[in-house]
């Protein structure tokens, strides 16, 4: 878990960090539970996602290829 500076962020940025970074509190709970749910491969939405990724992943052709010797017999 990453620090924060007082130097570079408001007492607002620095309370909501605290609390979203406190297991005792509403806001981590909900965080994690999010978290929990965007990665649970059983999710509609995950598996839109991954789908989606799949089918749209550009297919490369190398640049290069080596030529191989034709062997007459």
């Known amino acids: ?6 130097k570079t962020h408001t007492r ?5 960090w605290a609390n979203q970074n406190n297991p005792n509190n509403k806001a ?13 491969s059983n999710n509609k939405a995950y598996q839109v996602n991954q789908k989606s ?11 290069w290829a080596p030529d191989y010797p034709e062997y007459d017999d």
């Open 1 to 6: 878990m990453g620090k924060i500076s007082g």
């Open 12 to 16: 607002k940025q620095l309370d909501d």
């Open 28 to 40: 981590y709970h909900a965080n994690m539970h999010n978290r929990l749910k965007q990665l649970n």
């Open 53 to 63: 990724r799949r089918r749209n992943k550009p297919f490369i052709w190398p640049d």
